[in-house]
């Protein structure tokens, strides 16, 4: 396996999707439903019946039909809507009804559900980590179809039918079963995106591509605790160190110890956030030797200190409890 696929895999991996809020809505024509920028989030719209068009946020136009899904990933401000002269309304002012837990109904007019010729769709937005290659979601492109997929992973087409059928049926437990495979949808949108070389994108898709490059990228997310200098660096990827410098920052537009240290606190938020694991323990895990020079690089990085983000994590949870 190539370093690149070593990446990647790495990736697909860390790829997490948490947070979500599931909504089944149901429209009929004319209707224009807007989407407003959700900055960390991404939005997916699975449509179960009908048809309708997709206005990204850079005005570009696209079909959906009965089957078809998408992944905006970078959750951009974005509208569905039945024809492009449509006006639009922010979907949050529309009234919605819990169905089950994190799932909830969208009917506009209120009599949709009566008319067979009504849009039926299902759309999830959640929070969208990929690990350690986070920095990979801001080269994603504004929307991702799944109908470029299904020729290369004809697995994907019994699913979407699935989704298709739960969808208009409406059997007992439809929602819980439609958020799963939702799920899964997404998660294989954003595969099948990273095993076709991630689009046209530069900087670390470009490091990643590279044979020499990738050795050191490749060591720092297996080892993100090493006491990595830009010589060790550079005899990973077997070139001098100041071509292997001169190199990752032509690719990445960042010096390899920023890229380092980048990628350690983006381990550490996970750590800290979502295994709920002590500041001191998370800091020793990735090679520092003090909490204060751990915490000086957090804080530069993040924002904010490890501490305060521990303190938000245990009163969130507090209050959940």
Same mark, same amino acid.
């Given at each position: 396996m190539?370093?690149?696929?070593d990446l ?17 809505i149901e ?13 960390g989030?991404a939005?997916?719209?699975f ?33 569905l ?15 919605s ?16 559900c009566?008319d ?21 979601i801001?080269?994603?492109?504004d ?13 994907? &087409?019994?699913i *979407?039918?699935?989704?298709?059928r739960?969808? !208009?049926?409406? /059997? %007992?437990?439809f =929602? ?5 495979l939702a ?10 995106w ?6 046209? &994108?530069?900087? *670390? ?6 044979? !020499?490059?990738? /050795? %050191?990228?490749a =060591?720092?997310?297996r080892?993100?605790?090493e ?6 660096l550079?005899?990973?990827a ?36 979502n ?5 001191e ?10 909490l204060?020079a751990?915490?000086?690089?957090f ?8 501490g ?14």
């Amino acid at each position: 396996m190539s370093h690149y696929e070593d990446l990647t895999s790495e990736l697909l991996m860390g790829m997490r999707l948490y947070g979500v809020n599931y909504q089944r809505i149901e429209v009929s024509a004319p209707f224009g439903l807007r989407f407003d920028n959700a900055p960390g989030r991404a939005q997916f719209h699975f449509v179960g019946r009908g048809s309708l068009l997709v206005r990204s946020a850079s005005g570009n136009i696209f079909q959906l039909n009965s089957g078809d899904a998408l992944l905006v990933p970078h959750g951009k401000p974005h509208s569905l809507i039945s024809s492009e002269e449509a006006l639009c309304e922010s979907i949050n002012k529309l009234e919605s009804k819990p169905i089950c837990d994190s799932v909830c109904a969208i009917a506009a007019p209120a009599d949709a559900c009566k008319d067979e010729h009504s849009v039926i769709l299902f759309s999830a937005c959640m929070a969208f980590e990929l690990g350690g290659m986070q920095p990979l979601i801001n080269t994603m492109p504004d929307v991702m179809l799944v109908s470029t997929l299904l020729s290369q992973y004809p697995e994907i &087409s019994p699913i *979407l039918a699935a989704m298709e059928r739960e969808s !208009r049926t409406r /059997q %007992a437990g439809f =929602a819980g079963i439609l958020s799963r495979l939702a799920d899964v949808v997404a998660a294989l949108i954003v595969r099948g995106w990273v095993e076709n070389g991630c689009g046209q &994108s530069s900087g *670390l898709v470009q490091a990643m591509r590279d044979p !020499r490059l990738s /050795q %050191a990228i490749a =060591a720092m997310h297996r080892e993100p605790g090493e006491n990595w200098t830009v010589e060790r660096l550079a005899r990973e990827a077997g070139c001098s160190r100041s071509v292997f410098a001169e190199r990752f920052l032509n690719a990445t537009n960042m010096t390899p110890l920023r890229y380092l240290t980048e990628l350690r606190m983006r381990l550490a938020v996970q750590r800290i956030v979502n295994n709920g694991e002590a500041v001191e323990a998370v800091a020793y895990h990735l090679g520092y030797g003090s909490l204060a020079a751990f915490s000086r690089a957090f804080k530069r990085i993040v924002g904010q200190s490890p501490g305060a983000l521990r303190a938000g994590r245990d009163s969130t949870q507090a209050v959940a409890s």
